[in-house]
């Protein structure tokens, strides 16, 4: 009995020594980047097996053996983080990304693939890059984030302006050389509102395309959504707001020194009543509110994430304005262990208030309706109203109205609705084979009034009693898609096999209404019936299709050795009967060297990987029924009645199909130090051949009303080397700093024309009477400016060598090349005389954390590329206001200088002195971010609260003396023709850039 008493008070000594040594700690692991609590993460003791995993608030509960214990924190994705013990009873983890990204998922085509196994050209963008700066369009966050892609406004900082996005250079010269988008699997979808996207991955090279065949040819953009997850249900509010000033503005002249300069030219000038600074007028402090709301959770059958958003930007100019709310919502449903649903649900509804900007020029009223060239143009000596009462107009030059009028009284609203839904369902027939099937439709309604008052006296029509027009487009999109995939462990190798079959339909109806002569202007475009004169309307209806099927093969041998095989076969009805199905193949392998036993105990080399690809891709992006013959209306007489008719527009092309673009890519992933340093390394070559060019070369007796129909001729080389960079420069508790850098190159060069003619093209508004503005050129890149070569100002008495002016010229006039020798200045002396195509972009991000602080530092820039002034050719013309320069005019007692004497109109010259370097480098954006300490929230019954401010364009380092060096004024097609691709860099009328600073809040319940 003793020794058994003597045994129990050993045993319960041990005991309560262990539960005395034992040590309980609680705490929360959050995401350093936005403080968010981390659900699952790893947290054990380590050295034992003793561990637990984070809750869905990010808490978590754990015993350890004392104090000299070490917990250990890990998680995909995220650094390893290890804390000691000691006396503590509590604590909390914020968790940075870590080496472990190698091993994070990124969407690829039709599925989804670890990082270190893809073989292609891809680049990823996070949801914390993606909102590091409010955009309205989240196909702006790709500037200067991705190598090789340009992205930029097609007009400036507009309210509600497109974005036009360019992956590894122009591919095309007519077709669109625009990305395809992917939204969540939908093909051809709207970009969602930055806030609901969770990444976006860019595929650049042929091998990660190719599985969108025709569709793919200019890169792709998978955007995945936000979801949801099981647990407790997640509320967040996002809420913004900005100030907004115009970034820049011209230095012109004021009323007296405006009446000093026509009196160069015409001593009988006098000088009006007024001194009217139409910058002053016209320009406003502007802002921007951005709201959201989002909930999501779930439980292990059904998890759901809605959200809603309201945008309003008030612009910089008066009476510009866009507002647009959207909706978005994900279900995703387990039914059964092998069936799992999926419903996706996007609508928005946009409303634009613009005034006329980026004017084609029409010469009807001088280019009348632009209000930001007419605020540069319009005489500073008038004020808003004359002595009547009436909107005054030009006295000088072209006859125009005010700019403060047509901002004010032009009516030009667009109001759009975007809605689509697509549905998924995804099968596991077998354990290693699946299939996912997805149903998809998307409509868009457009609708756009115009509307010119009477009190526009020239832009109205002098005295027609206004003028209005309405246009409706209306857009539908069907998607089926099915494939089966298929995955098995052979020995050492993963094998992974896709095969499916996509059909897609797209309808598209329009019409168009106009009048004019109205007894009032109260009914706006809304009551054309009360009008003197109806315009004939137009009304169209196309259909578009493309059916398609593809396959791919992934193979990864001992983690060593990849390889990617893809093909899609698809046929579109673009084409004509004998070419309407292609095959574009493409394969890629890749070797991860730093698996190889020679590297794998490497401590320096923590990633190594080689890639090469090959394939091809088409494109079929032109109008539908270019192939057909066709006829075009005509009004005719007969025995003096009007009878309608028709006459032949163009001819049948029996053998029109797709460009094709053949892609080669050599690629190099190199992690070093733990990936401390990671760098990607990006070599291209891409051979566009059978451009879908207009070739205006059949003869005129055929009798056809449209000579320059679409044909397959031509070829275009897009060749570059692509950098990025990412470096984790310190890491510690509470302290980080990373940096991100990217840097490509893109050179093009058209290989061969029709004929080997030169193809020229006109980009200068209509009233500039300008035939050509730029050339395509075999041998040269694409898209050149073409015009005199200026070589200064005629000092009078024998001409300098090699130069020329125009007939009747004398001193002061300018001097140009003589280029045919004919010792006057013709159209036969005009050559190239610069190169919009930059040498190169980078973009630079810098992000500092410091405990719940954090700072974002973006620089963006482009070098190399040459703008094309009209601005100043219009302001240096002599029939309308100038710059301040002009004062510095030559003049016999002032002929050191580079300006020419003073004219009433010098003939808008199209020549090199207007043609400047575009080069820039810009601070887009500085952020910092407060994150409330995690015990403020916790006693506030909150998730996580975040504030920060930032501030966007603030510095503008460039040598370019126009308003912005992101410039994109596509000229007399209009600022969304096709022309784009061949007639870039050209300032004209475009909407000022905008410089904001932007205060924002978050919360997490």
């Avoid at 190698?102 to 969407?107: A, G, H, R, T, Y």
């Avoid at 400036?156 to 050389?177: C, L, Q």
């Avoid at 700019?403 to 030009?412: G, I, K, L, S």
């Avoid at 088409?618 to 057909?628: L, M």
Wanted: net charge negative.
């Amino acid at each position: 009995m003793k020794r058994k008493i003597l045994m129990l008070m050993v045993l319960l000594t041990g005991f309560s020594s262990f539960l005395f040594a034992q040590q309980t700690i609680t705490g929360n692991v959050v995401d350093k980047a936005d403080n968010s609590p981390l659900v699952g993460v790893s947290v054990y003791e380590k050295g034992t097996t003793n561990g637990t995993v984070t809750d869905f608030d990010g808490k978590y509960v754990l015993s350890v053996a004392g104090k000299e214990s070490i917990l250990v924190y890990s998680f995909v994705g995220y650094e390893t983080i290890e804390k000691l013990a000691g006396a503590l009873t509590s604590i909390d983890v914020a968790m940075g990304a870590g080496s472990e990204s190698l091993d994070e998922i990124i969407v690829v085509g039709y599925g989804a693939r670890r990082k270190s196994d893809v073989t292609g050209s891809v680049s990823s963008v996070k949801s914390s890059e993606i909102n590091a700066f409010p955009v309205l369009d989240a196909s702006q966050a790709l500037q200067g984030r991705a190598a090789g892609v340009v992205v930029q406004s097609n007009n400036g900082g507009e309210p509600g302006a497109p974005i036009s996005i360019k992956i590894r250079g122009n591919t095309s010269i007519n077709a669109s050389s625009s990305p395809l988008i992917v939204v969540d699997g939908f093909v051809g979808a709207t970009m969602p509102q930055p806030n609901d996207i969770q990444s976006m991955e860019v595929l650049k090279d042929a091998s990660a395309t190719a599985i969108y065949g025709s569709r793919g040819s200019n890169g792709v953009v998978l955007v995945t959504t936000k979801k949801g997850k099981s647990g407790k249900l997640s509320v967040e509010l996002n809420s913004n707001y900005s100030i907004q000033n115009t970034a820049n503005e011209l230095d012109l002249l004021n009323a007296d020194e405006f009446a000093a300069y026509q009196q160069i030219s015409n001593p009988s000038y006098v000088q009006g009543p007024a001194d009217t600074d139409w910058q002053d007028l016209l320009y406003r402090q502007g802002s921007t509110q951005n709201h959201q709301f989002s909930f999501s959770g779930g439980s292990d059958k059904i998890n759901f994430y809605a959200s809603a958003n309201y945008y309003k930007q008030k612009g910089v100019i008066i009476n510009s304005d866009f507002e647009r709310i959207t909706f978005l919502s994900n279900i995703d449903a387990q039914v059964t262990d092998k069936l799992k649903l999926g419903f996706n649900l996007y609508s928005s509804r946009g409303d634009k208030q613009g005034v006329p900007t980026q004017s084609t020029g029409d010469t009807a009223n001088g280019g009348g309706d632009d209000v930001i060239s007419l605020m540069f143009r319009f005489m500073p000596d008038l004020g808003i109203k004359d002595a009547n009462g009436l909107n005054t107009t030009n006295t000088i030059g072209d006859n125009i109205d005010n700019p403060y009028a047509v901002a004010t009284e032009a009516v030009n609203r667009t109001k759009t609705d975007i809605n689509r839904a697509n549905l998924s369902a995804n099968y596991d027939i077998l354990q290693n084979l699946t299939f996912k099937t997805t149903f998809g439709y998307s409509t868009t309604n457009q609708t756009i009034g115009v509307f010119r008052p009477s009190t526009l006296i020239v832009t109205a029509g002098g005295g027609t009693g206004g003028k209005a027009s309405i246009s409706n487009l209306k857009k539908s999109n069907i998607l089926n898609e099915n494939y089966l995939t298929y995955k098995a462990e052979i020995g050492k190798g993963d094998l992974t096999l896709l095969a499916g079959y996509s059909y897609q339909k797209t309808t598209s109806e329009r019409f168009s209404a106009g009048a004019q002569g109205f007894i009032d202007d109260s009914f706006s475009y809304y009551n054309l019936a009360g009008s003197e004169v109806t315009s004939i309307p137009t009304s169209s209806f196309t259909e578009q299709e493309i059916q398609s099927q593809f396959g791919r093969l992934n193979y990864d041998y001992d983690d060593k050795y990849l390889l990617t095989a893809t093909v899609r076969r698809d046929g579109a009805s673009n084409f004509s009967k004998n070419e309407k199905y292609a095959i574009f193949p493409s394969a890629a392998i890749g070797w991860k060297v730093s698996n190889e036993e020679f590297l794998k105990n490497q401590d320096k080399i923590s990633n190594l990987k080689l890639r090469a690809s090959y394939g091809v891709t088409g494109n079929q992006a032109i109008s539908p029924y270019e192939s057909f013959a066709s006829l075009n209306p005509i009004f005719s007489g007969i025995n003096g009645q009007v009878v309608g008719a028709v006459v032949p527009d163009q001819a049948a092309n029996d053998n029109l199909k797709w460009e094709s673009s053949y892609q080669t890519n050599i690629g190099l992933d190199l992690g070093l130090f733990n990936n401390k340093i990671s760098l990607s390394l990006d070599y291209y070559n891409i051979d566009t051949k059978d451009l879908l060019l207009e070739d205006a070369s059949q003869p005129e007796y055929l009798g056809f009303s449209t000579l320059a129909s679409i044909r397959n001729v031509g070829e275009i080389n897009n060749r570059g080397f692509e950098i990025s960079l990412n470096t984790r420069n310190i890491s510690n508790e509470n302290f980080t700093w990373t940096t991100d850098f990217n840097w490509s190159t893109n050179k093009n060069e058209v290989v061969s024309l029709i004929n080997g003619i030169d193809v020229f093209q006109n980009a200068a508004p209509g009233y500039f009477s300008v035939a050509s503005t730029h050339v395509l050129r075999e041998g040269e890149e694409v898209g050149l400016f073409w015009g005199y070569d200026y070589k200064g100002v005629y000092q009078g008495g024998a001409l300098p060598e090699g130069t020329a002016t125009y007939s009747g010229a004398q001193a002061g006039d300018p001097l140009f090349t003589d280029v045919d020798g004919s010792g006057d200045i013709t159209t036969d002396d005009q050559k190239v005389i610069g190169n919009p195509n930059p040498d190169w972009n980078l973009g630079i991000t810098n992000t500092f954390t410091y405990k719940n602080f954090d700072l974002n530092i973006f620089f963006q820039g482009s070098y190399g590329g040459d703008i094309f002034n009209l601005t100043n050719v219009q302001l240096y013309n002599g029939d309308s206001n100038g710059l301040k320069d002009v004062l510095n005019a030559w003049t016999p007692t002032n002929t050191d200088t580079n300006i020419p004497r003073v004219v009433a109109s010098r003939g808008r010259e199209i020549s090199s002195r207007f043609v400047e370097d575009g080069s820039y480098i810009r601070l887009k954006s500085l952020a910092l971010g407060y994150n409330l300490p995690t015990d403020i929230t916790r006693k506030l019954g909150l998730a996580s609260v975040r504030f920060s401010v930032s501030a966007q364009n603030l510095l503008t380092f460039t040598n370019y003396s126009g308003l912005d060096p992101e410039v994109s004024y596509f000229g007399s097609g209009g600022e969304s023709s096709g022309a784009s691709n061949t007639t870039q860099g050209f300032d004209f009328g475009n909407y000022p850039t905008v410089k904001s600073v932007n205060f924002s809040l978050q919360i997490k319940l």
